[in-house]
């Protein structure tokens, strides 16, 4: 009798839920112990918080020297640089250099941060000074100060990648929830497909919409997890990489498209271009849909998404 396995660990500074369809609880939670050690591996890879990470390395060493890394970190950043040229460069790793010197969405802040200042870092954000040299496999960041960050994408990716360590072992129907970009493959243990709710901003308890899916990704970016309110105004923990400002007027962005990392990915760029360029871009590419919430709770959608 196949019966749902879930189990829920903070992993990447963020709460991942694994689902397991099986008939053994035992089986069921060893497949779910090698998902999460695939988690752990990946962040040790990427994270910013640790010296010894390549990402870090590769950080150091801005205008210093070209870092040789693993072909993973490679290929991983050579994909991010593919979707800023998509997105005109709205989706940019290299937007370290100014995020948690400007904004600490953690901290009660007062005020907006200098714009002289901000202008002065921004300078360091540009995706097209990381330079990859794949016969060296290395990545050398041109400017020094230039920081990368894996803050866009890193949550899609690990996803996708316990997803592939699952079904490697031969788990047939799964959910990773890496906190709301989350993947699928199969149907739940009754064999109906798995059901995901899309969240009302205004009360992330009560979904809006659900939608049925299988190996299918879904990612949701809403400014109501993280926010500030400075003179009034609501501003969300999207950064623009191009002023170096938080985007305000959008409440949420759910992406739904076959790859979990692709979603985690695009759901920035789609929240910053403003709603027209964004619906006009996701119409654009297959498999990629898009719906936005803007401020006033009117929704927009790509052209596929039919509502029930």
């Known amino acids: 009798m196949q019966k749902e396995f879930r189990k829920s660990q903070k992993l990447m500074g963020n709460m991942f839920e694994i689902t397991v369809v099986d008939e053994s609880e035992r089986i069921a939670l060893k497949h779910i112990e090698a998902a999460v050690s695939e988690i752990v591996r990946i962040e040790k890879l990427l994270t910013t918080y640790s010296d010894d990470s390549q990402t870090n390395l590769i950080n150091k060493n801005a205008g210093i020297k070209p870092i040789n890394v693993d072909t993973e970190v490679f290929q991983l950043i050579e994909r991010s640089l593919r979707i800023s040229d998509i997105t005109d460069g709205y989706f940019d790793i290299s937007y370290g250099g100014i995020d948690k ?3 600490n969405f953690d901290r009660e802040m007062q005020q907006l941060p200098n714009p002289e200042l901000v202008k002065e870092h921004l300078k360091l954000v540009n995706y097209k000074n990381i330079l990859l040299n794949a016969e060296n496999q290395t990545i ?3 400017e020094k100060g230039m920081r990368i960050g894996f803050g866009g994408i890193g949550k899609g990716y690990a ?11 031969g788990v047939s129907s799964g959910v990773v929830n890496a906190s709301g970009d989350l993947t699928t493959w199969g149907s739940q243990a009754d064999g109906k497909p798995w059901t995901i709710g899309i969240a009302d901003p205004d009360n992330a308890a009560l979904p809006f919409s659900y939608m049925n899916i299988t190996n299918t990704s879904v990612a949701t970016s809403g400014n109501y997890e993280k926010f ?3 003179d009034g105004k609501k501003y969300s923990h999207t950064i623009n990489p191009k002023t170096g400002m938080p985007i305000s007027g959008i409440k949420s962005v759910t992406i739904i498209c076959p790859n979990a ?7 920035t760029p789609v929240t910053i271009m403003g709603i027209d360029a964004a619906i006009g871009l996701v119409n654009q590419i297959n498999h990629l849909e898009c719906i936005i919430i803007d401020d006033q709770n009117k ?3 790509s ?3 039919n509502f029930k």
Request: proline residues 0%.
């Open 101 to 103: 010197t400007f904004w």
């Open 140 to 142: 050398f960041l041109k």
């Open 159 to 169: 996803a996708e990648m316990a997803k592939r360590i699952l079904q490697q072992r």
């Open 228 to 230: 500030v309110v400075i």
């Open 261 to 267: 990392e692709i979603a985690d990915a695009m759901a």
């Open 299 to 301: 929704i927009h959608s």
């Open 303 to 305: 052209k596929n998404i």
